[in-house]
Each structure stands twice: as structure tokens, then as C-alpha cells.
């Protein structure tokens, strides 16, 4: 049994910042990818991005200069957020793929971004 948990959602006005974090436990030994997707009401969910177990990162365009995706060396991650737009309001997702390069998903965390 794999658990992932989000946490640091909640409401920020416009040009504020959120820091997400994903902790994975259970029976999982190593992380070899982990990644934050998104879904607004009405839409589909979308990537935000992602970091590889070396490190490298990928972002959405529309994140792109704003938002940063970091990890420990253990099983949490973090979505850095700046800069939030009202457009960034949606439920967050953490994803990770283990050793074997099965993903799981974490139950989500609500992100307003109103004035």
C-alpha cells in the first residue's frame, strides 16, 4: 500500500505565493519520477511538471518562470508557487512512479488564487 499526501493548499490573492508539498509512504523504496498535475473546474487535468530522480525538471508553458518543482532524497516533494493567478485556481495533484515505474496519485489540494 502506497499513500501520497498533499498539503499546503488554500486561498492566496494574486501575486502571492504557495508552497505544496507531497509526502509518499507505504510500500514504496525509491522515487524515480514525481510530478504535480492540475485540474480546474470544467477541465481536464493538465500537467504542471515534473522532476526526475536526477533532478531535471519540466514545466507547463504556463508555469513556466513562476512555479518550481524540488525534492528531498527520501519519499516529499515540493511545488513552489509565485506569482499565482487567479488562471492557477484548481485542485493539485502529486504523482509519483516507484522503482518498478508503478504511479500513484495523491487525493489532491485545493489552490484559489482570488482577490
Known amino acids: 500500500q502506497v499513500r501520497l499526501v498533499e498539503s499546503g493548499g488554500g486561498l492566496v490573492q494574486p501575486g502571492g505565493s504557495l508552497r505544496l508539498s507531497c509526502q509518499a509512504s507505504?510500500?514504496?523504496?525509491?522515487?524515480?519520477?514525481m510530478g504535480w498535475y492540475r485540474q480546474a473546474p470544467g477541465k481536464e487535468r493538465e500537467l504542471v511538471g515534473t522532476?526526475?530522480?536526477?533532478?531535471?525538471t519540466n514545466y507547463a508553458d504556463s508555469v513556466k518562470g513562476r512555479f518550481t518543482i524540488s525534492r528531498d532524497n527520501g519519499k516529499k516533494g515540493y511545488l513552489e508557487m509565485n506569482s499565482l493567478k487567479p488562471e492557477d485556481t484548481a485542485v493539485y495533484y502529486c504523482?509519483?512512479?516507484?522503482?518498478?515505474?508503478?504511479?500513484?496519485w495523491g487525493q489532491g489540494t485545493q489552490v484559489t488564487v482570488s482577490s
Open positions: 504523482t509519483v512512479a516507484d522503482e518498478l515505474w508503478r504511479r500513484y
Open positions: 507505504g510500500s514504496i523504496f525509491d522515487i524515480n519520477s
Open positions: 522532476i526526475s530522480s536526477g533532478g531535471s
